[in-house]
């Protein structure tokens, strides 16, 4: 199975500070990299696809980047409804993997 | 608007058998393959399962493999997971997901239901 490792575990950060969370997989996955965020009491929602692409609705503020086996996603200024726990997750092998998730929490 | 509405989940003995059902409304049902994922109090998300669009294939986590089986009624727009020999670590929120397939063969997991919880306990 293909692992996946998000560092940090854990983050805290200002309002307005920009943040980068980063997802290595234990093999090449070419583009099949999803982000996902999570907050308290909440089903997962879909940010990013294919490494770079916002799903709709998403702001502008959130981006993806990597190819093969490393990937980050990057929040350029924070918003308070932005502190939530993010996981990356490969869908290059049919039995998907997510990473440990990373908890942004308030500075 | 799409609609994912699990239901089934509750407290079971360890060994024991649950199953639950996830109520789909709002798109095209069987043009979409369909997920379970969990998550353990605390802890992060697992995927469990996969189902084609068609009900003719279909994957499953190691860790619940000859365990789980998942299945689906297109006519009912409903999905299923039948979960037999329970275990304490299988305790989780099962979240029914529909995934979509995107450009140069992305797969996304796109819509969640809201989670049903399985309890497993003596």
């Known amino acids: 199975d293909i692992q996946m490792t998000q560092s940090p575990s854990s983050l805290f950060a200002s309002v307005g500070e920009r943040v980068t969370i980063n997802c290595r997989a234990s093999q090449t996955i070419n583009s099949y990299l999803n982000w996902y965020q999570q907050k308290p009491g909440q089903a997962p929602k879909l940010l990013i696809y294919g490494v770079s692409t916002l799903q709709s609705g998403v702001p502008s503020r959130f981006s993806g980047s990597g190819s093969g086996t490393d990937f980050t996603l990057t929040i350029s200024s924070l918003h308070p409804e932005d502190f939530a726990t993010y996981y990356c997750q490969q869908s290059f092998s049919s039995l998907y993997t997510f990473g440990q998730g990373t908890k942004l929490e308030i500075k | 608007e799409v609609q994912l509405l699990e239901s089934g989940g509750g407290l079971v003995q360890p060994g024991g058998s649950l199953r639950l059902s996830c109520a789909a409304s709002?798109?095209?049902?069987?043009?979409?393959?369909m997920s379970w994922v969990r998550q353990a109090p605390g802890k992060g998300l697992e995927w469990v399962s996969t189902i084609t669009g068609s009900g003719g294939g279909s994957y499953y986590a190691d860790s619940v493999k000859g365990r789980f089986t998942i299945s689906r009624d297109n006519s009912k727009n409903t999905l299923y997971l039948q979960m037999n020999s329970l275990r304490a670590e299988d305790t989780a929120v099962y979240y029914c997901?529909?995934?979509?397939?995107?450009?140069?063969?992305?797969?996304?997991?796109?819509?969640w239901g809201q989670g049903t919880l399985v309890t497993v306990s003596s």
């Open positions: 709002g798109f095209t049902f069987s043009s979409h393959a």
């Open positions: 997901a529909r995934e979509t397939l995107r450009i140069f063969g992305v797969v996304t997991i796109d819509y």
